[in-house]
């Protein structure tokens, strides 16, 4: 009976989060957009048959025909300078009557901090400056003590009774 339960209850949770989530979604990038910059339009592989093509059309860049990747169809656009600020739906329609996939870019107003590079992250400094030639001797010395220490481990070994 406890299964039971726990069964119907994860059945009603996972029909409420389907019911919850938008049919499909296309990706923007970046989040926020400033003006004059370049826009990635994806339909995250949403249109089933890429051959009848996609467009995107938004009241931002007007419309757009996306190009067919790599189990994708995206485009590049650039907003325009003029871009004000605010919410705007980007639609991905998949050939002449196929599937319709929404998203939306926000253009932040004036006095919005927008990021313009990425977290200083992977590579491990190593890109700016961290890691200079001494760094790079130090690894070295400890790898060769390290490979000297197991050679001597393995030498002073007992040898197995046959050998």
Known sequence: MHAGRTAAVALAG?????????????????????????????DDSRCDDMTKGAKATSPLFGTVVLAAGVGHMSADVRVPV??????????????DHGTTTTSTVRVP?????????????????????????????????LLALAGGATVLVLRRRPKADGD
């Open 14 to 42: 996972a029909a409420t989060v389907s019911l919850a989530a938008p049919a499909a979604w296309a990706s923007v990038a970046p989040q926020p957009v400033q003006p004059g910059q370049i826009l990635l339009i994806n």
């Open 82 to 95: 003029t871009a004000k600020p605010g919410s705007y739906r980007v639609t991905i329609r998949c050939g």
């Open 109 to 141: 107003g004036e006095g919005t901090p927008v990021p313009v590079m990425g977290a200083k992250a992977g590579l491990g400094g190593s890109v700016m400056g961290g890691s200079g030639m001494s760094e790079v001797a130090d690894g070295a010395v």
